[in-house]
Protein backbone atom coordinates (compact mmCIF):
# COMPACT_ATOMS: atom_id res chain seq x y z
CA UNK A 1 0.00 0.00 0.00
CA UNK A 2 1.34 3.57 -0.87
CA UNK A 3 0.33 6.59 1.40
CA UNK A 4 -0.89 9.23 -0.70
CA UNK A 5 0.68 13.00 1.04
CA UNK A 6 2.10 11.40 3.71
CA UNK A 7 2.78 13.17 6.51
CA UNK A 8 4.18 11.06 9.38
CA UNK A 9 2.92 11.08 13.17
CA UNK A 10 5.13 9.90 15.99
CA UNK A 11 3.33 6.78 17.39
CA UNK A 12 0.73 7.04 20.38
CA UNK A 13 1.05 11.26 19.94
CA UNK A 14 -2.19 11.83 17.95
CA UNK A 15 -4.34 13.82 19.98
CA UNK A 16 -8.33 14.19 19.39
CA UNK A 17 -7.96 17.83 18.13
CA UNK A 18 -5.77 17.12 15.56
CA UNK A 19 -7.81 14.53 13.96
CA UNK A 20 -9.85 15.02 11.20
CA UNK A 21 -12.74 12.58 12.06
CA UNK A 22 -14.97 13.37 15.68
CA UNK A 23 -15.60 9.52 15.76
CA UNK A 24 -15.20 6.41 13.83
CA UNK A 25 -17.79 3.54 13.55
CA UNK A 26 -16.89 0.17 12.93
CA UNK A 27 -19.55 -1.98 10.64
CA UNK A 28 -20.13 -5.53 10.32
CA UNK A 29 -21.77 -8.20 11.33
CA UNK A 30 -19.23 -10.11 13.45
CA UNK A 31 -19.36 -8.46 16.99
CA UNK A 32 -16.62 -9.72 17.91
CA UNK A 33 -14.28 -8.83 15.44
CA UNK A 34 -15.58 -5.02 15.45
CA UNK A 35 -14.72 -4.57 19.17
CA UNK A 36 -11.53 -5.86 18.89
CA UNK A 37 -10.64 -3.35 16.21
CA UNK A 38 -12.48 -0.57 18.21
CA UNK A 39 -10.73 -0.95 21.43
CA UNK A 40 -7.50 -0.98 19.49
CA UNK A 41 -8.17 1.99 17.56
CA UNK A 42 -9.31 3.77 20.38
CA UNK A 43 -6.25 3.24 22.56
CA UNK A 44 -3.64 2.91 19.42
CA UNK A 45 -5.40 6.48 17.95
CA UNK A 46 -7.22 8.20 20.56
CA UNK A 47 -10.15 8.37 18.12
CA UNK A 48 -13.77 7.77 19.47
CA UNK A 49 -14.99 4.38 18.32
CA UNK A 50 -18.42 2.97 17.97
CA UNK A 51 -19.68 -0.44 16.48
CA UNK A 52 -22.33 -1.47 14.57
CA UNK A 53 -22.87 -5.41 14.45
CA UNK A 54 -25.55 -4.94 12.03
CA UNK A 55 -25.90 -3.37 8.22
CA UNK A 56 -25.45 0.12 7.00
CA UNK A 57 -29.41 0.56 7.36
CA UNK A 58 -28.47 0.38 10.86
CA UNK A 59 -25.93 3.61 11.22
CA UNK A 60 -26.98 5.78 12.96
CA UNK A 61 -27.58 9.58 10.86
CA UNK A 62 -25.14 12.34 11.74
CA UNK A 63 -27.77 15.15 13.48
CA UNK A 64 -27.97 12.05 15.89
CA UNK A 65 -24.48 11.58 17.12
CA UNK A 66 -22.22 14.29 19.32
CA UNK A 67 -20.57 14.79 15.56
CA UNK A 68 -23.00 17.02 14.23
CA UNK A 69 -21.47 18.02 11.14
CA UNK A 70 -18.09 16.80 11.57
CA UNK A 71 -17.51 13.97 9.21
CA UNK A 72 -17.23 10.71 10.59
CA UNK A 73 -15.13 7.76 9.52
CA UNK A 74 -17.32 4.68 8.37
CA UNK A 75 -14.68 1.21 8.44
CA UNK A 76 -16.68 -1.41 6.73
CA UNK A 77 -16.06 -5.04 6.97
CA UNK A 78 -15.90 -5.80 3.25
CA UNK A 79 -16.74 -9.55 3.88
CA UNK A 80 -19.73 -8.53 6.04
CA UNK A 81 -21.52 -5.70 5.14
CA UNK A 82 -24.55 -5.23 2.81
CA UNK A 83 -22.63 -4.29 -0.21
CA UNK A 84 -25.41 -3.43 -2.52
CA UNK A 85 -26.76 -1.36 0.32
CA UNK A 86 -23.40 0.57 0.04
CA UNK A 87 -23.05 1.14 -3.14
CA UNK A 88 -26.50 2.95 -3.09
CA UNK A 89 -25.65 5.23 -0.04
CA UNK A 90 -22.31 5.70 -1.72
CA UNK A 91 -24.02 7.08 -4.50
CA UNK A 92 -26.85 8.79 -3.32
CA UNK A 93 -25.83 12.45 -3.08
CA UNK A 94 -29.41 13.20 -0.40
CA UNK A 95 -28.38 10.14 1.62
CA UNK A 96 -28.92 10.98 5.58
CA UNK A 97 -26.74 7.51 6.17
CA UNK A 98 -23.53 8.37 4.60
CA UNK A 99 -24.07 11.81 3.16
CA UNK A 100 -21.07 13.28 5.46
CA UNK A 101 -19.10 10.27 6.26
CA UNK A 102 -16.22 8.73 4.45
CA UNK A 103 -15.58 5.65 4.12
CA UNK A 104 -13.37 2.80 4.40
CA UNK A 105 -13.02 -0.59 3.46
CA UNK A 106 -11.14 -3.78 5.49
CA UNK A 107 -10.88 -7.42 4.80
CA UNK A 108 -10.70 -6.55 1.45
CA UNK A 109 -9.55 -9.84 -0.95
CA UNK A 110 -6.99 -9.01 -3.03
CA UNK A 111 -8.37 -11.24 -6.11
CA UNK A 112 -11.82 -9.99 -6.27
CA UNK A 113 -10.57 -6.18 -7.98
CA UNK A 114 -13.24 -4.21 -6.66
CA UNK A 115 -11.07 -1.23 -5.93
CA UNK A 116 -10.98 1.25 -8.64
CA UNK A 117 -15.19 0.88 -8.57
CA UNK A 118 -15.56 2.06 -4.92
CA UNK A 119 -12.80 4.47 -5.23
CA UNK A 120 -14.84 6.15 -8.15
CA UNK A 121 -17.52 6.09 -5.57
CA UNK A 122 -15.56 7.97 -3.15
CA UNK A 123 -14.50 5.67 -0.63
CA UNK A 124 -10.81 7.12 1.36
CA UNK A 125 -9.12 3.37 1.89
CA UNK A 126 -8.98 -0.35 1.09
CA UNK A 127 -7.12 -2.74 3.43
CA UNK A 128 -7.16 -6.24 2.87
CA UNK A 129 -7.58 -9.29 4.48
CA UNK A 130 -4.22 -10.73 5.23
CA UNK A 131 -2.89 -7.00 6.00
CA UNK A 132 -0.38 -6.57 9.10
CA UNK A 133 -1.74 -5.18 11.98
CA UNK A 134 0.76 -2.55 12.06
CA UNK A 135 0.16 -1.63 8.16
CA UNK A 136 -3.83 -1.34 9.49
CA UNK A 137 -2.76 0.90 12.35
CA UNK A 138 -0.75 3.00 10.00
CA UNK A 139 -3.27 3.21 7.44
CA UNK A 140 -6.07 4.43 9.78
CA UNK A 141 -3.61 6.55 10.98
CA UNK A 142 -3.14 8.32 8.05
CA UNK A 143 -6.82 8.79 6.95
CA UNK A 144 -7.76 9.86 9.92
CA UNK A 145 -5.60 12.62 9.43
CA UNK A 146 -6.79 13.64 6.11
CA UNK A 147 -4.77 11.54 3.70
CA UNK A 148 -5.84 8.57 1.88
CA UNK A 149 -4.50 4.85 1.46
CA UNK A 150 -5.17 3.83 -1.27
CA UNK A 151 -2.89 1.31 -3.53
CA UNK A 152 -0.44 3.65 -6.63
CA UNK A 153 -1.77 2.06 -9.31
CA UNK A 154 -5.33 3.23 -8.28
CA UNK A 155 -4.40 6.63 -7.63
CA UNK A 156 -2.69 6.75 -11.09
CA UNK A 157 -6.25 5.58 -12.70
CA UNK A 158 -8.33 8.06 -10.67
CA UNK A 159 -6.10 10.59 -11.24
CA UNK A 160 -5.52 10.33 -14.80
CA UNK A 161 -8.29 8.01 -15.99
CA UNK A 162 -10.80 10.28 -14.21
CA UNK A 163 -10.05 13.47 -15.92
CA UNK A 164 -12.52 15.31 -17.17
CA UNK A 165 -11.41 16.85 -20.20
CA UNK A 166 -13.37 20.02 -20.65
CA UNK A 167 -12.34 21.28 -17.09
CA UNK A 168 -8.44 19.89 -17.99
CA UNK A 169 -8.44 21.59 -21.48
CA UNK A 170 -9.49 24.75 -19.69
CA UNK A 171 -6.86 24.92 -16.46
CA UNK A 172 -4.41 22.12 -16.37
CA UNK A 173 -3.22 21.66 -20.06
CA UNK A 174 -3.48 25.24 -20.28
CA UNK A 175 -0.82 25.45 -17.55
CA UNK A 176 1.17 22.14 -18.00
CA UNK A 177 2.22 19.72 -20.40
CA UNK A 178 1.28 16.46 -21.25
CA UNK A 179 4.24 15.17 -20.11
CA UNK A 180 4.38 17.49 -17.05
CA UNK A 181 0.56 16.05 -16.46
CA UNK A 182 1.88 12.14 -16.21
CA UNK A 183 5.36 13.49 -14.12
CA UNK A 184 2.71 15.78 -11.80
CA UNK A 185 0.07 12.97 -11.22
CA UNK A 186 3.47 10.40 -10.12
CA UNK A 187 4.14 12.83 -7.77
CA UNK A 188 0.84 13.00 -6.42
CA UNK A 189 0.51 9.16 -5.43
CA UNK A 190 4.51 9.24 -3.68
CA UNK A 191 6.45 8.56 -6.48
CA UNK A 192 10.61 9.24 -6.13
CA UNK A 193 12.29 10.91 -9.36
CA UNK A 194 14.31 7.37 -9.49
CA UNK A 195 10.37 5.31 -9.95
CA UNK A 196 9.22 8.49 -12.28
CA UNK A 197 12.32 7.77 -14.45
CA UNK A 198 12.14 4.13 -14.63
CA UNK A 199 8.11 4.64 -15.53
CA UNK A 200 8.54 7.02 -17.84
CA UNK A 201 12.34 5.94 -19.66
CA UNK A 202 13.53 9.03 -18.78
CA UNK A 203 16.79 10.38 -16.66
CA UNK A 204 16.63 11.31 -13.24
CA UNK A 205 17.70 14.72 -14.62
CA UNK A 206 14.97 14.87 -16.70
CA UNK A 207 12.71 14.15 -14.06
CA UNK A 208 14.28 16.89 -11.70
CA UNK A 209 14.06 19.46 -14.85
CA UNK A 210 10.24 18.85 -15.11
CA UNK A 211 9.25 19.64 -11.38
CA UNK A 212 11.34 22.44 -11.50
CA UNK A 213 9.63 24.03 -14.29
CA UNK A 214 6.36 22.36 -12.33
CA UNK A 215 6.45 24.21 -9.80
CA UNK A 216 7.28 27.68 -11.16
CA UNK A 217 4.07 26.82 -13.26
CA UNK A 218 2.09 26.14 -10.66
CA UNK A 219 3.53 28.67 -8.00
CA UNK A 220 3.96 25.35 -5.32
CA UNK A 221 7.50 25.25 -3.31
CA UNK A 222 7.66 21.71 -2.75
CA UNK A 223 6.63 18.28 -2.98
CA UNK A 224 3.75 18.24 -1.01
CA UNK A 225 2.01 21.06 -2.12
CA UNK A 226 2.21 20.44 -5.62
CA UNK A 227 0.44 17.24 -4.61
CA UNK A 228 -2.32 18.72 -3.18
CA UNK A 229 -2.44 21.32 -6.15
CA UNK A 230 -2.56 17.98 -8.34
CA UNK A 231 -5.66 16.79 -6.12
CA UNK A 232 -7.67 19.51 -6.70
CA UNK A 233 -6.52 20.28 -10.31
CA UNK A 234 -5.88 16.73 -12.29
Known sequence: MLLLMSSRVPENQESRSSLQYDQVLVVGRRRLQGELIASYLEQETGARCQVISEDLSHIPSPDDTESGTQPRLVLCDYQAIDLEGLLVDLRSSSTQKLGRDHVVLFNVRRDQGIEEQYVWEGVRGVFYEHDPLEQFLKGVRAILNGELWLSREIMMKYILEGRDPQRASEKTEAIL??????????????????????????????????LYNIFKKIDVPNRLQAALWAAKNL
Request: charged share 25%.
Open 177 to 210: TPREVEILAQVAVGARNEEIADELSISPHTVKTH
